[in-house]
């Protein structure tokens, strides 16, 4: 239950070669052993694709990909990381004096997002200090939650070394909050999936209030996962936070002109609230109170009678207030058609007619074609890599995660699966040496609802 705290399970490390590794690296590195592990999975998202900072529920499930740290709390108040990745330098720092550096998105900041998160949620004066070895499986800037995995993982960490408790949920919404310190102003679909999923089932997760619901997915269809082998740091760039400002000014102008409260209103599932609409509804007010031509901030200023100081200072972020041109239009029309997929795919998920697999993968192709045509948050190697998928097999592909890279997310038939690996394989990762050695990572795999957070302590 989403009430519940995360479990903590007792394990003989023995039975779990990956643990027992970790536990050797941690006496090798800090002299002693660690006293607990945490664990935060990764997730794949199905289909609600930039939306849930809308307002809107999405669809995900969590993947056998994760983020484990070992720990051992200390006496002085310092946190001491380290990674088994070598290539992920060690930090070190005192935990009364947390400074997040947002220009340099590196992987030790997001362990601070958690940490902090936790600390000012408790009005923490002297945390307890750590000692953190941290072992990654999800592949790093793929649109698979490996960073919001790590802020899920360090806010559980945190909560575990200094004694407290808290639900799932009230998890989920810190570790949302406190990623927003990296800069990326995200809406929750990641932090919640990595506590509230359960073995065996994707979930649809719903905002304000948070709760998930079961979505069992259709038994004769496996869904894969494909690298596109281009990397994308949405903290690093401003494309993400491009998208999130296009959406609350939509929300904005739209609310102006039918008369809301356009000053209290951020999403665009607000507008839909304060007319009381349905989403093809939405879609109509669109096409009549918005134009296909980007806007430009004297436009946008103008319509909603405030200066651009104001329209900078009050509605951008920091890493958007020198754009120029917005695109309201077509972000708000991929907003609402997209919110409608998610709830036409949990629906034939419950229906299960004869023809669901079809039917599922019509919309996971329409989301993807809206993801590049209207939200332009594709790029040219994921679009072949859908084209790919579809070719060898797939019923319905898409672009999974922020997009500009990182993976998609294919539903294959059960019994075409391997012969759709083989011709993946093939065709997209051994033309190109650079994927080549991308492919041997494991950047093909099929993939089953994962379990969501926890705690491990030796038995």
């Known amino acids: 239950m989403a009430t519940d705290a995360p479990s903590t399970l007792r394990v003989q490390l023995v039975e779990q070669p990956r643990l027992q590794k970790l536990k050797e690296m941690f006496l090798s590195k800090f002299g ?11 997730r794949v998202n199905l289909i609600g694709e930039h939306i849930d900072y809308c307002g809107y529920a ?20 310092v946190v001491q990381l380290a990674n088994t990745n070598s290539s992920y330098l060690d930090f070190s720092t005192n935990v009364n004096n947390i400074q997040i550096n947002k220009t340099k998105p ?27 070895l941290l072992d990654g499986t999800i592949p790093p800037s793929s649109g698979l939650s490996s960073s919001s995995a790590l802020v899920c993982c360090a806010g559980l960490v945190t909560l575990k070394a200094n004694g407290k408790t808290l639900s799932k949920v009230e998890l989920a919404e810190i570790c949302t909050k406190s990623e927003r310190y990296i800069g990326t102003e995200g809406g929750g679909m990641d932090q919640s999936i990595s506590f509230l999923a359960e ?21 004769g269809a496996a869904f894969v996962i494909a690298h596109s082998c281009v990397e994308m740091n949405k903290a690093a760039t401003s494309h993400y936070n491009i998208r999130v400002m296009e959406c609350r000014l939509a929300t904005k102008l739209l609310a102006k002109s039918k008369g809301l409260d356009w000053k209290n209103m951020l999403r665009l599932h607000d507008v839909q609230t304060g007319l009381g609409v349905s989403l093809a509804e939405m879609l109509t007010v ?40 917005f695109k309201l239009y077509q972000r708000a029309k991929h907003v609402y058609s997209e919110a ?14 004869a023809d669901a697999i079809q039917l599922l993968g019509e919309l996971m192709n329409q989301s993807h074609i809206s993801c590049r045509e209207m939200y332009e948050c594709s790029c040219p190697e994921l679009d072949r890599l859908v084209d790919i998928c579809l070719q060898f097999g797939a019923i319905g592909s898409r672009l999974t995660g922020a997009g500009w890279g990182g993976c998609t997310v294919s539903m294959v038939p059960t019994d075409k699966l391997n012969t759709f690996m083989k011709n993946v394989k093939k065709a997209y ?31």
């Not at 073995?199 to 997915?217: W, Y």
């Not at 409608?340 to 007619?353: H, M, Q, S, T």
């Not at 041997?440 to 030796?458: C, H, I, M, Q, R």
Request: hydrophobic content about 40%; aromatic content about 8%; some cysteine.
């Open 429 to 459: 990762y051994q033309t190109d040496v650079q994927r080549l050695a991308l492919e041997n990572n494991n950047s093909l795999f099929a993939t089953k609802p994962g379990s969501g957070a926890l705690v491990f302590v030796e038995a």
């Open 32 to 42: 002693t052993a660690p006293e607990f592990y945490v664990r935060a999975p990764g």
């Open 199 to 219: 073995e065996g089932t994707a979930k649809l997760i719903e905002f304000s209030p948070l709760r998930a619901t079961d979505v069992k997915l259709p038994s």
């Open 340 to 353: 409608a997929r998610v709830l036409e795919f949990k629906k034939i998920c419950n229906e299960a007619p």
């Open 106 to 132: 590196q992987w030790h900041n997001y362990f601070l997002c958690g940490l902090k998160g936790i600390q000012e949620h408790f009005g923490l004066n002297n945390p307890t200090g750590m000692n953190c």
């Open 286 to 325: 669109v096409e009549a109170a918005l134009h296909p031509e980007p806007y430009s901030t004297e436009e946008i200023s103008k319509c909603l009678g405030i200066s651009l100081e104001e329209l900078r200072s009050q509605l951008l972020s920091q890493n958007t207030q020198d754009v120029s041109t």
């Open 58 to 77: 999405v669809l995900p499930m969590a993947i056998e990909q994760d983020i484990l740290i070992a720990v051992k709390p200390v006496k002085s108040q």
